[in-house]
């Protein structure tokens, strides 16, 4: 189906695109004629739009060589390719390390596979690897566009991230992790109490970074600062909060905890 819809967690902002009978949480939001769609929704084309920006905003931030023209490579790969995933391998070119993510363990890793190691099992395409010997998989079904994962046995999970929102968050931690400066911040006081922690904690450090709108998860924020070259990423729950700073200016970092004081 092709249509407006609100997704889950990501507030009261209107989507357009294809949505499938699977993907709906409510077929109505609050009384509006637009149904709520589970998080892992189908990318619709502002979202891979918002995706590539964000990318090219990384890439500038980390000075990162131009963009191979990977036009040729993807077409020949000769199985098919999502327009979401076949935009994000274009985007990032030959900078591997916007897919491959930094290891969260001694023991665990994640790894995206590179364009000539995509691969198709039951109409699912296999983009990620998790883990050394018990492996974990990340693809996106062909048909529906969902998220799925693998760990005996291919499954949906309704929760999970949709492909352009999970590789923005990728690339956000890995270009904080490639910054000269960077580190992580427990928030913790009276902003979590509020209705809406994100927003009160994206208007606190305003001063110092603006939200990036592309980006729209009720609970997560990302935020950026061209002009100093530095990047946020922000978590707030209930009961606590984490904020992941890189920045090119070791200033920036020190201006963060006196506003965080």
Known sequence: MYGKFFVDNQ??????????????????????????LYQ????????????IILIEKIRN????????????????????????????????GTNTGL???????????????????????????????TG??????????????HLMIKDKEWKYEE?????????????????INMMPFHERFRIKGKELSELNPIKHLENKFSGLWQRFEGYYNRYNSILINEECKSIAWLRAGSHFGDI??????????????????
């Open 11 to 36: 507030g009261d902002k209107i989507f357009e695109g294809e949505y499938f009978e699977s993907e709906i949480l409510n077929q109505q939001f609050y009384g509006k004629p637009y149904p709520q």
């Open 40 to 51: 892992n929704h189908t990318n619709c084309k502002e979202e891979i739009e918002n995706m």
């Open 61 to 92: 931030m980390l000075d990162l060589d131009d963009k191979s023209d990977c036009d040729s490579e993807l077409e020949n790969l000769d199985i098919e390719i999502p327009e979401c995933v076949k935009r994000f391998y274009k985007a990032k």
């Open 99 to 129: 897919v491959t993510s930094i290891p969260v363990s001694l023991t665990k890793s994640e790894y995206y596979f590179q364009p000539d190691e995509l691969y198709i099992e039951n109409y699912i395409l296999v983009f990620s690897s």
């Open 132 to 145: 050394k010997r018990k492996k974990k998989y990340l693809g996106i079904d062909l048909k529906e566009k």
């Open 159 to 175: 929760c999970m991230e949709s492909f352009c929102e999970l590789m923005s968050e990728k690339a956000v931690i890995f270009a």
């Open 244 to 261: 992941l700073i890189g920045s090119k200016d070791k200033d920036t970092i020190e201006k963060f905890k006196e506003i965080n004081n």
